[in-house]
């Protein structure tokens, strides 16, 4: 009954894909003109092309590098920092409208300011990069480590637990299903650092090949680097997703459980 | 019958000295319990019984140095309860397991607090789980135990940490009868076996008398105490047969007239 609804479903999305493919193809030229939106044979082709000269890779590789670095960097600093001010009450309270501040301020804003500072390189990039990921890990490790249960920390300090022990033993694991809706959050806005990175001031990576192409009204070509950023984020988000699982073997068994309320 | 005056020349381990605990709440002072004194003798399982929110959970706490007590003072093994008094150890309604650790690490982490080598932890934990009758469920995670099971994973992890002292604030409260009487039975004949010294909280008359070898009896709010009485029962006691002896059925007939004016006024 489960696996059969499952199969369904796939079948139903594969249908739902190639409808909309051939929708697309055949209203090219027809609804509107193949100028603006390209077609799926010629995308599927040129992105064949692009993978056999080895383009879309070298180019792939270069927005991976910056996205993966800048995603490392932000996301480490992230979550020190979080844990520290989640411990250090006082600290975290003279800055939270600071921090707030900064936070509601679209950090692709700071591009500009970057490429003065730290030149077109990649790490201009990077370091845009790991701004925007730093926010949203360090949020959620912050609140992760302020929402850990008192009752489970003073269950622990009746047993003679030291700071080390609470800090190891609770808020830590605790917290760490808020780090991972922080670093899965991240992802989308990692690759948004770094392709508008390059789209601002730079000569590799995929923005710049979006770029590019709409430079010289390649439609065909913005889709089909559009197309590699989206095959990037999909991969990443399984990666993230994958670590995930392996390291909260408690949550996979909570949804694989019967639901019950 | 009423006094705790019994215990002429013992020193008790835990003593209650005109205890009373305010707090504060929206800046309006709330009295919480007044008035208590309260003798816990070692190696005793007091029980602790009356209608919720006159006090049962705050006396556990500031016992456990978890509340600082407003009036009075709180002594254990003559010296005054100092914050978190590793002494005793706690359980309540709410097992308070980590999510994030399966049965065997819920057991090992006092053990771990403790410092034991690794291979000593596992041969403990075992022999823990078998005491609770949790063999084979090791590596579940305590969502995928059933109530009572996580009630034996709690008390497990309570003996490992092996405390002279257990509260426990209505461990069983959510269990169903059935299983609720199993617990009864073992966590007393654990504590007699163990020597343990217990206060253990419940709204529940005929669990207090059950277990208890004294029960006090609480009313009002603010909270104090109405009444302390022996239990009348020997300590290896048949709780499963319990209904149909004379003494129990006596004396939950007068810890119930003694209740009984705390049931008019509401909750
Ligand atoms: N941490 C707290 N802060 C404020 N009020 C509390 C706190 N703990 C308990 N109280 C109040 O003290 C009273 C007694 O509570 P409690 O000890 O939990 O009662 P019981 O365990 O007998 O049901 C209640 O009115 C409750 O609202
Ligand atoms: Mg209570």
Same mark, same amino acid.
């Given at each position: 009954?489960?696996?059969?609804?499952?199969?369904?479903?796939?079948?139903?999305?594969?249908?739902?894909?190639?409808?909309?493919?051939?929708?697309?193809?055949?209203?090219?030229?027809?609804?509107?003109?193949?100028?603006?939106?390209?077609?799926?044979?010629?995308?599927?082709?040129?992105?064949?092309?692009?993978?056999?000269?080895?383009?879309?890779?070298?180019?792939?590789?270069?927005? *991976?590098?910056?996205?993966?670095?800048?995603?490392?960097?932000?996301?480490?600093?992230?979550?020190?920092?979080?844990?520290? *001010?989640?411990?250090?009450?006082?600290?975290?309270?003279?800055?939270?409208?600071?921090?707030?501040?900064?936070?509601?301020?679209?950090?692709?804003?700071?591009?500009?300011?970057?490429?003065?500072?730290?030149?077109?390189?990649?790490?201009?990039?990077?370091?845009?990069?790991?701004?925007?990921?730093?926010?949203?890990?360090?949020?959620?490790?912050?609140?992760?480590?302020?929402?850990?249960?008192?009752?489970?920390?003073?269950?622990?300090?009746?047993?003679?637990?030291?700071?080390?022990?609470?800090?190891?033993?609770?808020?830590?694991?605790?917290?760490?299903?808020?780090?991972?809706?922080?670093?899965?959050?991240?992802?989308?806005?990692?690759?948004?650092?770094?392709?508008?990175?390059?789209?601002?001031?730079?000569?590799?990576?995929?923005?710049?090949?979006?770029?590019?192409?709409?430079?010289?009204?390649?439609?065909?070509?913005?889709?089909?680097?559009?197309?590699?950023?989206? @095959?990037?984020?999909?991969?990443?988000?399984?990666?993230?997703?994958?670590?995930?699982?392996?390291?909260?073997?408690?949550?996979?068994?909570?949804?694989?459980?019967?639901?019950?309320? | 019958?009423?006094?705790?005056?019994?215990?002429?020349?013992?020193?008790?381990?835990?003593?209650?000295?005109?205890?009373?605990?305010?707090?504060?709440?929206?800046?309006?002072?709330?009295?919480?319990?007044?008035?208590?004194?309260?003798?816990?003798?070692?190696?005793?399982? !007091?029980?602790?019984?009356?209608?919720?929110?006159?006090?049962?959970?705050?006396?556990?706490?500031?016992?456990?140095? !978890?509340?600082?007590?407003?009036?009075?003072?709180?002594?254990?093994?003559?010296?005054?309860?100092?914050?978190?008094?590793?002494?005793?150890?706690?359980?309540?309604?709410?097992?308070?397991?980590?999510?994030?650790?399966?049965?065997?690490?819920?057991? @090992?982490?006092?053990?771990?607090?403790?410092?034991?080598?690794?291979?000593?932890?596992?041969?403990?934990?075992?022999?823990?789980?078998?005491?609770?009758?949790?063999?084979?469920?090791?590596?579940?995670?305590?969502?995928?135990?059933?109530?009572?099971?996580?009630?034996?994973? @709690?008390?497990?992890?309570?003996?490992?940490?092996?405390?002279?002292? *257990?509260?426990?604030?209505?461990?069983?409260?959510?269990?169903?009868?059935?299983?609720?009487?199993?617990?009864?039975?073992?966590?007393?004949?654990?504590?007699?076996?163990?020597?343990?010294?217990?206060?253990?909280?419940?709204?529940?008359?005929?669990?207090?008398?059950?277990?208890?070898?004294?029960?006090?009896?609480?009313?009002?709010?603010?909270?104090?105490?109405?009444?302390?009485?022996?239990?009348?029962?020997?300590?290896?006691?048949?709780?499963?047969?319990?209904?149909?002896?004379?003494?129990?059925?006596?004396?939950?007939?007068?810890?119930?007239?003694?209740?009984?004016?705390?049931?008019?006024?509401?909750?």
């Amino acid at each position: 009954m489960e696996e059969l609804s499952k199969t369904r479903i796939w079948v139903l999305r594969a249908m739902f894909l190639a409808f909309v493919i051939i929708g697309w193809e055949l209203s090219s030229g027809r609804l509107a003109s193949e100028f603006f939106i390209s077609r799926p044979s010629a995308i599927a082709q040129m992105f064949w092309e692009w993978t056999l000269s080895g383009k879309i890779f070298y180019h792939g590789a270069i927005t *991976l590098l910056e996205a993966l670095s800048g995603f490392l960097l932000g996301g480490l600093i992230g979550m020190v920092i979080g844990v520290w *001010l989640g411990r250090a009450q006082l600290v975290a309270e003279v800055l939270d409208p600071f921090i707030m501040m900064f936070y509601s301020l679209p950090k692709v804003a700071l591009a500009p300011l970057f490429v003065l500072w730290f030149g077109i390189g990649i790490d201009m990039k990077i370091l845009l990069t790991a701004t925007i990921v730093f926010f949203l890990v360090f949020l959620n490790t912050y609140t992760g480590v302020r929402a850990v249960s008192r009752e489970q920390i003073a269950i622990l300090r009746l047993m003679g637990a030291n700071e080390r022990h609470v800090l190891f033993k609770v808020v830590l694991p605790s917290a760490v299903t808020w780090v991972f809706t922080g670093l899965r959050l991240s992802v989308p806005y990692a690759l948004i650092g770094a392709i508008v990175g390059e789209l601002i001031a730079s000569n590799r990576g995929l923005g710049y090949l979006l770029a590019d192409s709409a430079g010289q009204f390649d439609t065909t070509g913005v889709f089909t680097a559009l197309i590699g950023i989206m @095959a990037m984020a999909f991969c990443l988000n399984a990666a993230v997703k994958l670590i995930e699982i392996r390291a909260m073997p408690w949550r996979e068994t909570n949804s694989k459980r019967e639901m019950s309320i | 019958m009423t006094e705790q005056a019994g215990s002429k020349g013992h020193v008790p381990l835990i003593e209650f000295r005109g205890v009373g605990k305010r707090f504060t709440v929206k800046g309006e002072p709330l009295q919480a319990v007044r008035d208590i004194d309260l003798k816990v003798r070692e190696g005793e399982i !007091l029980t602790l019984v009356g209608p919720s929110g006159c006090g049962k959970s705050t006396l556990l706490n500031m016992a456990a140095g !978890l509340f600082e007590a407003t009036e009075g003072e709180v002594i254990y093994r003559g010296a005054p309860v100092k914050p978190y008094n590793n002494s005793v150890g706690y359980m309540t309604q709410s097992d308070h397991l980590l999510p994030w650790r399966d049965v065997i690490g819920n057991i @090992a982490i006092p053990l771990e607090i403790k410092g034991l080598p690794k291979a000593q932890v596992v041969a403990r934990v075992e022999e823990l789980m078998e005491t609770v009758g949790l063999t084979g469920f090791g590596r579940s995670y305590p969502n995928q135990l059933s109530g009572g099971m996580r009630k034996r994973c @709690a008390l497990a992890r309570l003996l490992a940490y092996d405390p002279e002292t *257990l509260l426990m604030d209505e461990p069983f409260a959510a269990l169903d009868a059935m299983l609720r009487m199993r617990m009864q039975i073992e966590i007393r004949a654990l504590c007699r076996r163990l020597g343990k010294t217990v206060m253990f909280v419940t709204h529940d008359l005929d669990e207090a008398v059950a277990i208890g070898d004294r029960c006090v009896v609480f009313t009002g709010r603010p909270g104090t105490i109405e009444r302390v009485v022996d239990v009348p029962l020997p300590p290896d006691r048949d709780i499963l047969q319990l209904r149909k002896d004379r003494d129990y059925q006596e004396i939950t007939a007068t810890l119930w007239d003694v209740l009984a004016p705390a049931v008019g006024m509401g909750d």
